[in-house]
């Protein structure tokens, strides 16, 4: 397929604001308004830590705002780059390619989104979450082994299936009308104790089965995470699409470092993650299916 | 000083037998087939004088498991392992619908044997592509590849092979991992080839500490980028000195990722100049590169970037 022309830009973007947050997590508002008037929930930006390392980091796109043009990403610090990343100063600048990527599809309205996000696959989630316009039959499940780097408060909305100490939710996804819920095996006050796939299960199997069979789950998060949400969408037979991670240099489809292997009508492929992805229909991908 | 008057400097490069509209070539493996980059705002294939396609073999293949891409100091290793759609797709679905009127595509040519280099070339030859890359360098595949390009004998027989093929340029490139890459680069010139390209990757490796194991799928990968500038000039400087004797042009390469890197691998010795990690680093490089061989020749009194072509003093 021809690629479609300047699609992607690249922006010198101004951080706006840096908010560290426990577990190595923060949360980066950046200046980037033309990835911001385009990006779609699912899509990443490809950015430059610092000129010190000049290969640059693929993160999701958490929330945009197109009037004030910002971009906002939630990052963990795993290894040296995303560290150089939250040493970064308000008022710096760097470079940012986006938005980058195939979007989770959002478009068949009679269908109800279950989404399931893990530590720093939360935020595809949130954009899914505040992008879909049915937000009243919209769910999100998140789990974090750390502290959620997010304001939390009691969800108002009954959960079917979900027990009554499970209470918290995200608060700006609360305020816009959508049900939130959270896992952790961390102890934390208010959030299911267990893996967030196992909530979401518990959900699923009390909806009745007209309500179930319209499900959707799109899921981004670690991998032992997608595998065990890839098995719940198998169970109870629903479509499920997951977002990957994959190492990769242009991000932008030239270099095919990014590569997972998917079997697409009985045939094996290896398909790029930044540019065919990052979302798969997890039934294509063997690993998950 | 530069003078008030002086003409814009002329950026057109004669290579092989062509002429390219810009002396910045974008390389093999880092584009894929051609048209990924002008998903980018402000990327112009115009701003280029060639686009060199992912490398080719006769029959599709899917390449190498992940991981195929870890970045290094002042660089990168990649180990794709030369995925791609084989020689007959890329003619029949690839070719067709590039814009070959914004800039020129060259193929490049991967075989595990002679008379597959051959056949690469006799089928290309009949195609839009203007010129012929031979990759005998790539170190990521367990057949061809550098196994051709480390044995200068054998690096001519492949030249010789595909020559009576095709009339279209051929260009070899040169392995930076051989130890006399001059004697490799006058086997190729005797054998018919019409221009050089060096440096390819140089083989590395990666470890995880935690896993204790390899980071790269397939053990060792091609390292690029900033890390090999100095090897890659220093590979210029020594097949110039077969080369220009010939009036055989090289495609210089090996971590250009500024203007100023350019410039010096215009000094060393190269006709044309290679782009390709530079790409992941800053995806609107060749405008930038552009901007500073203007200002460079400019400042300099030069009115061509031939005229800089070469001139290393002693
Ligand atoms: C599409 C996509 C979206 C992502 N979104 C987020 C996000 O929203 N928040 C977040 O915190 N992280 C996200 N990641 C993971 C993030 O890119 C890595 O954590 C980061 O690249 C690690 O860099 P490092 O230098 O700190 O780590 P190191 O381990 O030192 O990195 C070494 C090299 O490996 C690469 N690498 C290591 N782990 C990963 C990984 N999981 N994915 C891709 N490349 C990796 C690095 O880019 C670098 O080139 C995303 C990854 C992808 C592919
Ligand atoms: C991801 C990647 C893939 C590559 N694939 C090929 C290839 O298919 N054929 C080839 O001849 N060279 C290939 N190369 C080598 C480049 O064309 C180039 O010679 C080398 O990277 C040095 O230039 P650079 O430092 O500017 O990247 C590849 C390089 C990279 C980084
Ligand atoms: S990172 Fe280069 S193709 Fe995906």
């Known amino acids: 397929m021809t690629p479609q022309r300047n699609t992607i830009f690249e922006e010198s973007a101004e951080i706006l604001a840096n908010v560290h947050h426990p577990g190595d997590q923060f949360v980066m508002r950046v200046k980037a308004p033309k990835t911001a008037a385009t990006a779609e929930p699912g899509q990443f930006v490809h950015l430059q830590v610092s000129d010190e390392r000049p290969m640059r980091r693929p993160i999701s796109i958490m929330l945009t705002d197109p009037e004030k043009g910002t971009v906002d990403l939630l990052v963990k610090a795993i290894g040296e780059g995303t560290r150089l990343l939250r040493e970064r100063k308000v008022g710096e600048t760097m470079p940012i390619l986006g938005p980058i990527g195939r979007p989770f599809d959002l478009s068949d309205h009679s269908k109800r989104y279950v989404l399931i996000g893990g530590g720093v696959g939360i935020p595809p989630m949130i954009f899914c979450a505040m992008h879909l316009i049915d937000k009243a039959s919209t769910v999100v499940f998140a789990g974090s082994e750390v502290e959620f780097p997010f304001a939390l408060k009691p969800s108002t909305a009954l959960l079917p299936g979900v027990g009554g100490n499970t209470i918290l939710g995200i608060t700006s996804l609360e305020e816009r009308g959508i049900t939130s819920r959270l896992a952790s095996n961390a102890g934390f006050y208010g959030c299911y104790e267990g893996h967030v796939p196992d909530l979401a299960r518990d959900y699923l199997l009390a909806l009745n089965e007209e309500e179930r069979s319209r499900c959707v789950l799109l899921s981004c998060g670690p991998h032992p995470m997608l595998h065990a949400v890839a098995r719940v969408g198998r169970e109870l037979g629903l479509p499920t699409y997951l977002s990957l991670e994959e190492h990769m240099a242009c991000a932008i489809g030239g270099c095919a470092g990014c590569v997972v292997k998917t079997v697409e009508e009985g045939e094996e492929k290896y398909r790029r993650v930044c540019v065919d992805g990052p979302v798969f229909e997890a039934s294509l991908l063997p690993e998950f299916a | 000083m530069p003078k008030s008057d002086s003409p814009v400097p002329d950026l057109s490069v004669p290579f092989a037998g062509l002429t390219l509209q810009s002396p910045i070539v974008l390389l093999s493996g880092c584009v894929g087939f051609g048209e990924e980059y002008t998903r980018v705002e402000g990327f112009s294939n115009k701003d280029v004088g060639a686009v060199i396609l992912k490398g080719t073999t006769l029959e599709p293949r899917m390449g190498n498991a992940p991981h195929r891409v870890y970045e290094t100091p002042s660089g990168m290793l990649n180990a794709i392992g030369l995925q791609n759609p084989g020689t007959r797709y890329v003619i029949d679905n690839i070719l067709p619908n590039l814009p070959h009127s914004e800039t020129q595509f060259w193929a490049n040519a991967n075989g595990t044997s002679l008379e597959e280099y051959a056949e690469i070339a006799a089928i290309f030859d009949d195609s839009p592509v203007t010129a012929i890359e031979i990759n005998i360098s790539c170190p990521n595949v367990k057949e061809g590849g550098v196994h051709f390009g480390n044995d200068p004998v054998m690096a001519g027989k492949v030249v010789e092979a595909m020559r009576p093929m095709t009339k279209k340029?051929?260009?070899?490139?040169?392995?930076?991992?051989?130890?006399?890459?001059?004697?490799?680069?006058?086997?190729?010139?005797?054998?018919?080839?019409?221009?050089?390209?060096?440096?390819?990757?140089?083989?590395?490796?990666?470890?995880?500490?935690?896993?204790?194991?390899?980071?790269?799928?397939?053990?060792?990968?091609?390292?690029?980028?900033?890390?090999i500038?100095?090897?890659?000039?220093?590979?210029?400087?020594?097949?110039?000195?077969?080369?220009?004797?010939?009036?055989?042009?090289?495609?210089?390469?090996?971590?250009?990722?500024?203007?100023?890197?350019?410039?010096?691998?215009?000094?060393?010795?190269?006709?044309?100049?290679?782009?390709?990690?530079?790409?992941f680093y800053d995806p609107l490089l060749c405008g930038k590169i552009l901007e500073e061989l203007r200002d460079y020749l400019s400042k300099h009194n030069m009115e061509s970037y031939q005229e800089l072509v070469g001139t290393l003093q002693s």
Do not use: Y
């Open chain 2, 169 to 227: 340029p051929l260009i070899t490139k040169l392995s930076p991992n051989n130890a006399d890459i001059a004697e490799t680069a006058r086997h190729c010139i005797e054998a018919g080839t019409d221009g050089l390209s060096v440096i390819n990757t140089l083989v590395g490796m990666a470890v995880d500490i935690e896993s204790r194991k390899p980071i790269i799928g397939n053990i060792s990968g091609g390292l690029s980028g900033p890390a």
């Open chain 2, 229 to 279: 500038k100095p090897v890659a000039l220093w590979k210029i400087h020594q097949t110039r000195a077969v080369a220009a004797k010939h009036n055989i042009p090289i495609l210089g390469q090996g971590g250009i990722t500024s203007g100023k890197d350019a410039i010096e691998f215009a000094i060393t010795g190269s006709d044309a100049i290679g782009v390709g990690t530079g790409l």
